[in-house]
């Protein structure tokens, strides 16, 4: 009895530190945390290459300081807000939600395909995806600016140049992040499907659309909440939208005018954000 009740006391001991199931005498390597030299390194790479980029692109603390005092001249021009302005940008508020939902819309109609292609576990060549991932990078390299400006130059002012850039700028995101889903999903249903005889519209429509539904729908809300932010500025190169009365309030030095614009503009994204936030709990 007192020999195992010794026994029982340090077996506890001598069994700690070791990996389930490792045997006695077996020496458990574990990966030994970095070290102090490294993290000094890492630092020191940081800091010279801010180093680096901030004296090639010139920039400077004291220029920075510096223009404080005019920035805050700037912001005392545009308090107080001319509320009296609110009713003539209603509608270009209006213009700009609707083109990020039909521009959205599109778009992800568009990525629904597009992703598919691109999804190397879906289909059978690297000569098939691989090229439709370049132009996928091709299509997010462009800023939706120049897109804008772009289609302005083809089909003339007004909200379908917007349009148009914010459905190829959605396209980009919402293919990107739903191909990148969909090599991630459980292959054994489709495996299942392959087995029984399925055709590959099948194995997508009863195979991968259920388990890419929620993550699709998220993506596509998170790309609208975007494209508000960004339609807003496509008026400046005559897309339509708020933006529009952003270039004419800076152009006339209206800065009180521009402030109402830019609160009503952040209501908008701050509804808009919630709401998505909203949705997404619910579908995920």
Excluded at 88 to 114: H, S
Excluded at 190 to 198: I, K, P, R, Y
């Amino acid at each position: 009895m007192k020999g195992q009740s010794g026994a029982s006391l340090h077996t506890p001991l001598t069994g700690a530190g070791k990996e389930p199931g490792s045997g006695p005498g077996q020496v458990v390597n574990r990966p030994k945390p970095p070290g102090r030299t490294k993290h000094l390194l890492t630092l020191v790479i940081i800091l010279l290459l801010l180093w680096a980029s901030a004296k090639q692109t010139d920039a400077s603390f004291s220029e920075l300081f510096g223009g404080f005092p005019e920035m805050w001249k700037l912001i005392k021009e545009m308090f107080p807000p001319r509320w009296t302005y609110f009713d003539n940008i209603v509608q270009g508020m209006l213009e700009t939600i609707r083109m990020a939902l039909i521009g959205t819309t599109i778009g992800a109609i568009i990525a629904i395909p597009v992703s598919i292609i691109c999804a190397g576990n879906l289909m059978p060549s690297r000569w098939i995806y691989y090229p439709a991932r370049f132009v996928l990078n091709l299509i997010r390299t462009v800023p939706d600016l120049l897109l804008a400006a772009l289609f302005v130059a083809v089909f003339g002012l007004g909200p379908i140049p917007g349009i148009l850039a914010l459905a190829v700028f959605s396209v980009g995101l919402i293919a990107k992040l739903t191909y990148e889903t969909l090599e991630t999903i459980d292959q054994g249903p489709l495996e299942a499907m392959t087995a029984v005889g399925m055709n590959r519209i099948q194995l997508i429509v009863y195979g991968v659309v259920p388990q890419l539904a929620a993550q699709f729908t998220s993506y596509v809300l998170y790309a609208f909440e975007i494209n508000v932010r960004a339609a807003a500025i496509l008026g400046l190169v005559g897309a339509g939208g708020i933006g529009l009365y952003y270039e004419a309030t800076l152009g006339f030095l209206e800065y009180d005018k521009t402030s109402v614009i830019i609160l009503f503009t952040l209501v908008i994204v701050l509804i808009i954000d919630y709401v998505s936030t909203k949705l997404r709990e619910k579908l995920l």
